[in-house]
């Protein structure tokens, strides 16, 4: 290597690790104000090295550590379930697809294009899961809304299908007397890892981060998930500050709590499990972005 190509890379080198470290500041940040104590802040601003450390915040979030157990089962209830099957289904809608002797090929792509358009209504929407499927409190009602979570999901992995899979492995299998249902799962998925984890890994991120649902299907504290959770907690801390000014009782208790770090220690309980996940998805995300985005 040249001294012309070194200095190429080492600069490319540099470029990119002080990209990542910008990248991660601010979550470091959060973190570093998370466990700052309140006084602290209010002397001295945010700041990522803390002039004195205090776990208030974890405290007060994890006063009813139960509840927030239950929480968090519930999330990782909803999520697994709901990304393996959305997964599944989208598989499933997207594979017959990239097949060019599919019958209705083009009205079929047309009908999930027109999805990525238009939609029903919120009113018709909610009233179809709780009137007429009565899904009003249950599990379920955090898991169907997202199984078919986007028709850019199914073109995606249609276009990696069309172009990646070569359709000599297709043939082959239906020359050995393959089944479609065999060569789908013998010969044509462990040859998606890449678009399967990339797929799977958007449907995780939406079904984790997903406290609508939860707030229009459920009212029982025992099936809330925990961005729900986390949401209501921090209204009602905002609530409670709004009021502050009215009450002396409230600016009592308000000058009590963890205002400010609670909310950053609120968005560190929430994406924390992710972040510890994402690494097993990284190696397969980006392969299966360019090689499924090439053409349709």
Known sequence: MNRMSFARVSFIHLFFGAFAIA?????????????????????NGYSILPSKINFAAYSFLFNDFAQIARSYGVTIAVTLIGTTVSLLITALFAYPLSRRGLPMRRTLSFILFFTMLFSGGMVPWYMTYVMTFGLKNTLLAMIIPGLMLSAFNVLLMRSFFANTIPESIVE???????????????????????????????????????????????????????????????????????KADTSSQVGDLISKMPTETVRMALAIIGVAPLLLAYPFFQRFYISGITSGAVKG
């Open 23 to 43: 990248s991660l500041f601010p979550f470091l940040l959060v973190f570093m104000v998370s466990i700052t104590d309140e006084s602290s802040i209010v002397q």
């Open 172 to 242: 082959s299998g239906t020359i050995d007397g393959a089944g479609e249902f065999t060569i789908f799962l013998k010969l044509i998925v462990p040859l998606s890892a890449p678009i399967m984890a990339t797929i799977g890994l958007f449907n995780l991120l939406a079904y984790w981060n997903d406290w609508y649902n939860c707030m229009l299907f459920i009212d029982k504290p025992e099936l809330m998930n925990i961005q729900y959770l986390m949401t209501k907690t921090l209204n009602n801390v905002q609530f409670l500050i709004m």
